[in-house]
């Protein structure tokens, strides 16, 4: 069976994603189940291989080549999408001009899944004061992905050796997580989360829901009847589906080992909640992931890491893990 043909995008060309992409590129364990192809830009990765040591890449592509030859394509390669001046610009330092020419190789990624040219789509880390810089107001990867895939329903879900945990709020504040909380959204995340973990682990999962209050408000003692009025339907309509669930659980004890050795996958209400535990028990090897979309797409669980940047110093491994995690739900 050929190998499934993966889009890595190169992320903010002032961050990390220029090194991480280069570690990729000559990862033979990454190669063996996949071909990875950078969209990116090549003489800033030739740059940033000749000032960190790192293998160049060997195979370029021009955008007439990659829409003639891209159902041939079976070796890593970079697609060359020329544009962005890589001699100057200072490495670890943001810009409009770092934020605009991420959005583009991601754009480009997304044009490619649409068109079916690539199975799935991986990408490295954006800087959201960069894409600001440039005019760019997506708070980052899943809202880009959510608008410009049409998808009816998303949610951003992370994988880890130790965890998987969904999000039902993501980027927004914690006065604006209550009134984005409904019983139709966070059965939509218990769903979406339900059918991958399936996919992925090949198995029926349990599925554990976060209370929003201390003590997962302790029967209305704390906070102002969320959990129910949004959470505890929430779940009751997703066993009446026939998912296996429990909650909600006091956040505090959630993820507890004798819990998480219990649980296949957390439906947590809002970022923190989910990704506090999540860095810290697996802040190498977690995989991000938007679900809901025609085309499976992966992430990075990290920023762009701009003060280490380009010293050869960044830790590629959860690019690894994002391009062996969108290999298998492409396959």
Request: proline share 7%.
């Amino acid at each position: 069976m050929s190998k499934p043909l993966i889009a890595v995008t190169m992320g903010d060309p002032a961050g990390v994603g220029p090194e991480i992409c280069l570690q990729l590129l000559a990862n033979e364990e990454v190669c063996a189940i996949a071909t990875p192809v950078i969209f990116g830009d090549a003489r800033l990765l030739a740059r940033c291989a000749r000032q960190t040591g790192l293998p160049a890449p060997k195979r370029i592509l021009s955008e007439i080549e990659w829409a003639e030859k891209c159902g041939q394509i079976d070796e890593p390669a970079v697609l060359d999408l020329f544009g962005f001046d890589a001699a100057d610009f200072e490495p670890g330092k943001v810009s409009a001009k770092t934020g605009a020419a991420g959005f583009r190789y991601v754009e480009k990624s997304i044009e490619a899944a649409l068109a079916k040219q690539v199975a799935a789509v991986a990408t490295a880390p954006l800087n959201k004061e960069a894409l600001h810089a440039a005019g760019i107001t997506y708070p980052g990867h899943t809202e880009m992905f959510a608008e410009k895939m049409a998808a009816k329903r998303s949610c951003m879900t992370f994988f880890s050796p130790e965890m998987v945990c969904s999000l039902v709020t993501v980027h927004i504040g914690y006065q604006d997580v209550v009134p984005a909380l409904t019983k139709e959204r966070i059965l939509d995340v218990i769903e979406l989360t339900a059918e991958s973990v399936q996919r992925v682990k090949g198995k029926r999962p349990r599925i554990a829901v976060c209370g929003l209050n201390p003590h997962a408000g302790e029967h209305g003692l704390f906070g102002r009847g969320e959990e129910e009025r949004f959470v505890v339907p929430a779940i009751e309509a997703a066993k009446a589906k026939g998912i296996t669930i429990e909650g909600p659980l006091p956040p505090d004890t959630a993820f507890i080992p004798a819990r998480r050795r219990a649980v296949d996958a957390y439906v947590c209400l809002y970022h923190d909640q989910a990704l506090i535990p999540l860095k810290a028990l697996a802040f190498d090897t977690a995989v991000n992931t938007t679900l809901g979309l025609p085309v499976p797409r992966t992430s990075v669980d990290h920023g762009t890491a701009c003060d280490i940047a380009w010293q050869g110093k960044a830790n590629g491994s959860s690019l690894v893990e994002a391009v062996k995690l969108a290999a298998k739900m492409a396959s």
